[in-house]
């Protein structure tokens, strides 16, 4: 992950049991880490859980040592521990304390794992001369049925045994020796104190391990859970079959309405919580087919299916992880589900199942999906999914699936994955197959790519000449109109548009395109958007309005008036002209651009509008008679329900000379200029005797 990602990360810490160390004065925490990675807008993307240790040695610990204030300290330094915890660490402490370090005690607990309990407490046993041996258990277990001595030399001996930990698995296993131990320990606790104590230190060594706990409770619970599983077995079968019996009738719609009328998408929601393959097939089948109607969807929304469905993804099955897929792809035409997937970590698992090609077309297809929202676009690049999907492109033939094409697509418009695809040799490789194939898609893809600024777009120069042989061969007409489009994006400071106007000689090409009725509009657009690149150049300016290009695109604007994307572009290569002292004066002197621009003023498009403002500020500014002209029309849309307001008065007093006495006519209306008149900006220190008054702009 790069640096400027990190913000995308968020770790969080759950503390855990305390324990101590086996072989060292030290504690050992036990902690758990989990990793979200989330996305642009705060979603959980993935996450992972990883269990740890915190080990903290205490070797100044010794018989003076104040426990409560090295616990406290121990816990101010450590955030891993609670505080609330504290009492425990002062006994852990205590026990370290008080611990004897014996040898085969040490010896075995190099062996232990650190998240086993610490060594026995100090108990030196009884004191025989005989060391015991792990394949001697039944001679000792013999020994719990003989007197009391003998009991007592048995148990010692097994005692010896339990203090390793390594012999506990072993001990506990043989199951008469656990029940021989019981019984003794139950007849006959009375009779010897050293024989009791031996066996119950035996079992307190059982309990220093949580696997040991409660085994007969286990076997009970592991008896009723067999009991519950063949239930649960009977209970789907019955299940089954009763939605097979239902996904049968709902053949006709009329009956699949009563069906969900009766809540059956929530039943089928539910059973996904179960774990029988066969059972979940028919189910996500026929969620699938419930799924084509957007009530039905809406309601999967509402009951939460993506994650229920995350789960099965991706599973050992291949025909419920393909029905799966299949259902996914039917859910991802819906936004607010598409984002949901995204929350629930669905994305990287999808990826994951790319070189599957039993299930690749509907994983392509719902990662297309997916693609379509611009803010989902920048997560493909924490996952495998480019360098995978480049693969695939790149090993297959003439024929490129679709699905692969489409997301390709999608994706190159992304400024961070398209600054992924063009490292190293990958444009190149684009470029050399694009050219190759002659395939209008792939080109559509690096067009996409050649559109963001910085160090992608300078990697283009290098095709100028390619791109520019495409667009004059006229035998394919949509691969040339892609080239077109990657030219058309070429905003780059440095490069000579000149040089390449004359040395392709396209001034006279693009001449004849922007001719009415010439070619198609697609055409047209792109080549106006040509046109408006190469503006930016002052020379190039200057030879496409001596190449009456100006006047073209003006009658082109003047037949194209409904098609906003065409109007647009053309004001904005006006707006470029504007800009080069030797096409503003053709503009503003020769054409009739200006007063095309001003009637574009109040345009619905709001672009439009600000792209005439824009240009129609500068105009004004260079000439002082258009920039009364378009100060006039400001105003006069601005004050529009005021002016009207004035002339139906007017008209009304034509009627009636002698309506108004004392107030002469002034037909400011008609001939004069009414930005001329004072009185309409100024009271003249007068107070307010209308109750609407005209604003000046």
Known sequence: MQAEDARYLKRKVKGGNIDVHPTEKALVVNYELEATILGELGDPMLREWKECQKIIRVKSLNENSDLASLAKDIIDKCKLIHPTKLPEVEQLLYYLQNRKETGPVSVASEKTELHEKPELPSYDGTEIDEVANINDVDDYMELLYEDVPEKVRGSALLLQLARNPDNLEELFQNET????????????????????????????????????HDRKGKEEYEKSHQKYEGLVKKQEQLLRVAYYLLLNLAEDLKVEMKMRNKSIVAFLVKTLDRDNHELLILVVSFLKKLSIFIENKTEMAELNIIEKLTKLVPCDHEDLLNITLRLLMNLSFDAELRSKMFKFGLLPKLVGLLPNENHRMYVLGILYHISMDDKSKSMFTYTDCIPMVMKMLFESGENVEMELMALCVNLASNKRVAAMICEGQGLKMLMKRAFKYRHPLLMKMIRNLSQHDGPTKNLFVDYISDLAQAVLNEEDEDFGLECLGILGNLTIPDLDYELILKEYNLIPWIKSRLEPGACEDDWVLEVIILVGTVCNDDACAKMLAEANIIQSLIELLNAKQEDDEMVCQIVYVFYQMIFHESTREVIIKDTQAPAYLIDLMHDKNSEIRKVCDNTLDMIAEFDEEWAKKIQLEKFRWHNSQWLEMVETRQVTEMGDPYMYPEEGYDPYLQDADILDRPDLFYDGGKGESSCMNPTCI
């Not at 019984?183 to 696997?211: G, H, M, P």
């Open 177 to 212: 020796v656990v029940g021989a131990l019981a019984r003794v320990l139950r007849e006959d606790w009375k009779k010897s104190t050293e024989l009791a104590t031996n066996i119950v230190y035996i079992f307190f060594c059982f309990s220093s391990f949580t696997q040991f």
